[in-house]
């Protein structure tokens, strides 16, 4: 039984969320979403689960974190949401609440280090409303966004906050004491309110849910002792070099792959990566396996630019029967192809370390790897851009950088080639 479980709907949400954990010295094994409703046999300090229910429909993702919660009884339960606030956010948070049965849920989805807070109830993005910063989200305010819960919403404010632990855990006693569980929205702006949010619901009597992004993570203090080291990973003999794999189409994505030397990028065709994942993905990898010999660092994408996802949306245009579908078709196949070389060059010319940017492309690359679970060292490159290890599969011991779309500065996938290449 794990001291405490972490539920995330995507693995770099995972990730990050678990590295708050592990740089505080606990053991944590991030699992893959084909095992989150398998019983774990092992001895667990802190376990991630990664349900991949971000795009999933609503009672299909509830349904998934119920399981896992149920699967993996646990002292302490944090409920991983975007920042961003992407995905099935209010059905998963319900979900987690019941299967908890937990008295209150603490909602604190803020992340300040990479420009994320919530002020007076509203979440912004560096600044800009949610709903206004082109993330796909139609609700800045919070407690208008949990209004559709099944749970009565309450709103933490930033002067309660502000008053320290002490006065938070009042507020929150406050709201524990109703007859149905309560989700209490919190403001943050800073990891100073972060720690007093966490610190205050660590000291309530009443059974809480911890509910937010990858920041409120580093603040909550896992229950019990640390569990013992794990094993080390063997790793191929053969391995050296970085190989990265680019899937994320956002904005901030492609000005960071840009900064990437041009030598050391193999681009696939992004409307025959549409067509034949397969084949397009091993086209690559001998490009790939080529540049980790000569340069010791490859990295592969779909896309350097907007012209490179409308030419795969067209491919997939003639492939779906909706423009929806087409969107999902696209991405799927895009990940797929990317995922592909990732294998192949494994194979070839195993890499010492991978950078995986973007969560469903993360996902496919560790998927087509064979890779179920990934043990997180503590380290990280930036904020929100942790470092694990494989823990099984063809690829086990490399080591493992992964990043949401969203995050980091223009550099950090240059810096991420430069960490798992020392």
Partial sequence: MPNALVVADDLTGAMDTGHGFAARGRAVRVRRSADAGRADATETDVLVVD???????????????????????????YEKVDSTLRGNVVAEVDAAVAAADADIAVVAPAFPATGRTTEDGRHLVDGT?????????????LPTLFAASEYPVAHLDVDTVDAGAAAVAARLADCAADDRPTLVVCDASSDAHLEAIADGTASLDESALYVGSGALAAHVDVPGDPAGDSPGLSTDPRSSGVLGVVGSVNERTLDQLAAVDDEAVVALDPA???RDPASAGRAAAESLSA??????????????????????ARSAAALAEDATAADRSAADRVAAALAAAA?????????????LTGGDTAGAVLDALDAEEIR????????????????DGPAAGTRVATKAGGFGSERVILNCLDALGR
């Avoid at 994408?301 to 996802?309: S, Y």
């Fill in 291 to 312: 540049l980790l010999d000569w340069r010791g660092r490859a990295v592969v994408t779909a896309a350097t630019g907007p012209e490179d996802v409308t030419a795969a």
């Fill in 129 to 141: 409303p949610l709903a206004e910063a082109d993330y796909g989200v139609a609700e800045s305010d």
């Fill in 376 to 391: 997180l060292t503590g380290e990280s490159v930036a904020a929100g851009v942790p470092v694990g290890a494989l823990a």
């Fill in 343 to 355: 294998r192949a060059t494994v194979e070839d010319a195993p890499p010492a370390g991978l950078v």
């Fill in 51 to 77: 349900t991949d229910s971000r795009d999933a429909d609503p009672g299909t993702a509830a349904a998934t974190v119920a399981r896992a919660v149920e699967t993996h009884p646990a002292d302490l339960v």
């Fill in 272 to 274: 025959a990566a549409v």
